[in-house]
C-alpha cells in the first residue's frame, strides 16, 4: 500500500507498524476496516496511534495535493449568535479567495476541541482557525506535527501556537469594572462563565480583580459567580447577589452578554429599579441589550474585524507572506447606556 509522502514533521503509517509490531497492511486494516483484524491488532495499533501521534490521510485516495483549499474553525458553540460575524468576516474572505470554510464547536470543552482538531487534520486542512486559546497537550502536539498556519482568535494570548487575532479580555473587564468605579458605584460584583478551561472566563475574572486592586475597593469572593451560559442563569445569579446572606453590590458586572440580559429581565419582572436598585453592565454588544428597557451598558467588540483578519492572516501565511509568530490587537470599546 502506498501513502501520500509525509511534510515536515509528519508520522507515516509504518511508524505505527514499527510500534504496534505488525504490518503496515494490517494497519491499515485496523484503520479502514477493523472488522477484519482482531481483537488483539485492534488495540495495538490504537495504542501506536496514540503513542507516535499519528493522524490518517482520509483524502490521500481522492486528492493529488497533499492539503485541500478547506480551513478548519472550531468555536466553543455554533448556537451563540455572537460568534456569527466572525464566522462570517472568514467565510467571506476565504470565499473571495477561492478556499472554503469548514465549521464545528468544542462545546467549551477542550477535549471536544482536541477532537475537532484531529479530524480536520485527517481531512488535510489547509489551515486552522481556533477561537480557544487553551489546548490539550496532544492538540498541540498535532498541529505542531501539521505543519500547518493556527490563527487564534478569542483573546490574545502572550505565547499564540502561530498567530493571534483579538482584543485582550483581560484589559476589557479592566476597563468595564474602572468605568462602573467612576460612576461612583463601589460594590460591584462580576458573573462569569466558568473559567475552567476557558481562557477567556479567567482572563475577565483577572481583569475584574486587578482593577478593584488599583481602585483599593473591596474583592468580596462571595461576589464573584461562574455560571453555565443562558438567560436563566443571568437570572439565577442576579436574584443570588441581591437577595443572598452577602451585602448586596451596587453594580454587577456580567462578562458575557445573555447573562447579562437575562439579569435585565429579571429586573423588569420583578420590578426592581435599574439603575436604582442596581446597576448593569455586559460584555458584548448583542442586538436585545440596545432593546431592552433601559438599555444595558455594554462593551462593543470587533467581532467581524477579527473575522476578516483571521482569514487574511491565514491566507497570507499560506501565500508565503508572512512568517513566524504575529500578533494583532483590534482593541473595544466601552458603550454607556442608562444601565448605569
Keep these: 500500500m502506498t501513502e501520500t509522502s509525509p511534510g515536515p514533521g509528519d508520522v507515516r503509517m509504518r511508524d505505527v507498524a514499527r510500534a504496534a509490531g505488525v504490518s503496515t497492511m494490517s494497519v491499515s486494516r485496523a484503520l479502514k476496516a477493523p472488522q477484519t483484524v482482531s481483537r488483539e491488532v485492534r488495540e495495538r495499533v490504537a495504542a501506536a496511534v496514540l503513542s507516535v501521534g499519528y493522524v490518517p490521510n482520509r483524502l490521500a485516495g481522492s486528492l493529488s495535493s497533499r492539503r485541500s483549499d478547506v480551513v478548519g474553525l472550531v468555536l ?9 460575524a466572525t464566522v462570517k468576516g472568514i467565510s467571506d474572505v476565504l470565499r473571495r479567495n477561492g478556499r472554503h470554510l469548514m ?7 477542550p477535549q471536544a476541541e482536541e477532537a475537532a482538531i484531529r479530524a480536520f487534520l485527517e481531512q488535510r486542512v489547509a489551515g486552522l482557525i481556533l477561537h480557544d486559546t487553551l489546548h490539550t497537550p496532544e492538540a498541540v502536539r498535532m498541529i505542531r506535527r501539521a505543519g500547518i498556519p493556527v490563527v487564534e482568535n478569542g483573546t ?44 477567556r472566563s479567567r482572563d475577565r475574572q483577572d481583569g475584574f480583580r486587578a482593577a478593584l486592586e488599583e481602585l483599593d475597593l473591596p474583592a468580596d469572593p462571595r461576589l464573584i459567580l461562574e455560571r453555565p451560559p443562558g438567560l436563566a442563569s443571568g437570572a439565577e445569579a442576579l436574584v443570588r447577589l441581591l437577595e443572598g446572606e452577602a451585602m448586596p453590590p451596587d453594580a454587577i458586572f456580567f462578562a458575557g452578554d445573555v447573562l447579562a440580559a437575562g439579569a435585565a429581565l429579571e429586573c423588569a419582572r420583578r420590578g426592581w ?8 453592565a455586559a460584555f ?10 433601559p438599555p444595558v451598558t455594554t462593551l462593543r467588540l470587533p467581532r467581524q474585524e477579527i473575522g476578516v483578519r483571521s482569514a487574511e492572516m ?27
Design 76 to 84: 466553543p458553540s455554533i448556537e451563540n449568535s455572537i460568534f456569527a
Design 103 to 109: 465549521i464545528t464547536d468544542s462545546g467549551y470543552g
Design 156 to 199: 490574545l494570548t502572550a505565547e499564540p501556537l502561530d498567530m493571534v487575532v483579538s482584543y485582550s479580555n483581560r484589559e476589557a473587564a479592566r476597563a468595564m469594572t474602572r468605568h462602573l468605579a467612576r460612576l461612583g458605584y463601589r460594590r460591584i460584583a462580576l458573573v462569569t462563565l466558568p473559567a475552567a478551561g476557558n481562557a
Design 273 to 280: 429599579a435599574v439603575p436604582g436598585r442596581v446597576a448593569l
Design 284 to 293: 458584548d454588544n448583542i442586538d436585545l441589550l440596545a432593546q431592552l428597557n
Design 314 to 340: 491565514l491566507l497570507e501565511r499560506l501565500a508565503g507572506q508572512q512568517s513566524g509568530p504575529a500578533m494583532v490587537d483590534l482593541r473595544f470599546e466601552i458603550l454607556h447606556r442608562a444601565s448605569t
